[in-house]
C-alpha cells in the first residue's frame, strides 16, 4: 500500500525498527548519518536500501526538513556504498520512490542502490 509521503513521521515502519535494532537487516555500511542494508527482495545482483539516521518519511521530507550535516551526511554516505561495492566504473542507478505514483511502501526515505548488471531503460514503459 503506498504511503503518504508527507508528516508526520510514523516510526512504527520497518525501517525505523531496524535502526533501532528491533528487526534485523544484512548490514553493508553504517556511519553517524546512515544506514546501508541488502533489500529484502533483491532486483539487481547489487540491491542495497540507504536510510538517513534521522526520521523522515521520504525525500521530500528529507530535502525540505533535514539540516545541512544530515543531508550532506546521507548523500556521502550513498555514494560511499557504491564506491565500496566497486559499482562506480561499471555503473550504477541510485533511485528514491516518493508517494503514491512513484509506489513508496516503506514510510523512512530510503534511496535504492542497484548494479551489478545492465539495468535497463530508466523506466518501463
Ligand atoms: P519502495 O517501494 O521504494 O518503498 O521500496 C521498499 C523496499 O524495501 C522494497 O524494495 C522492499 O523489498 C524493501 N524492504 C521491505 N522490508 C524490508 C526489510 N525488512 N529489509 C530489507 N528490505 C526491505
New binding site residues.
Given amino acids: 500500500m503506498p504511503i503518504d509521503p508527507t508528516r508526520p513521521y510514523d516510526d512504527s515502519n520497518?525501517f525505523a525498527k531496524?535502526l533501532r535494532g528491533e528487526?534485523p537487516?544484512k548490514k553493508v555500511y553504517e556511519d553517524d548519518w546512515a544506514l546501508a542494508?541488502?533489500?529484502?527482495?533483491p532486483l539487481a545482483p547489487v540491491h542495497i536500501?540507504v536510510i538517513p539516521k534521522g526520521s523522515y518519511v521520504s525525500w521530500d521530507d528529507f530535502s525540505a526538513n533535514g539540516s545541512e550535516e544530515e543531508i550532506a551526511g546521507f548523500v556521502r554516505a550513498v555514494g560511499k556504498v557504491a564506491r565500496d561495492q566497486q559499482l562506480v566504473v561499471q555503473g550504477y542507478r541510485v533511485l528514491a520512490?516518493i508517494g503514491k505514483r512513484a509506489?513508496?511502501?516503506?514510510a523512512h526515505l530510503?534511496v535504492?542502490i542497484f548494479g551489478g548488471q545492465p539495468l535497463g531503460p530508466m523506466l518501463a514503459r
Avoid at 37 to 41: G, L, T
Avoid at 103 to 106: F, K, P, R, S
Wanted: aromatic letters at 6%; proline letters at 0%.
Fill in positions: 520497518v531496524i528487526l537487516c542494508f541488502h533489500d529484502i527482495n536500501l520512490n509506489g513508496q511502501e516503506v530510503h535504492h
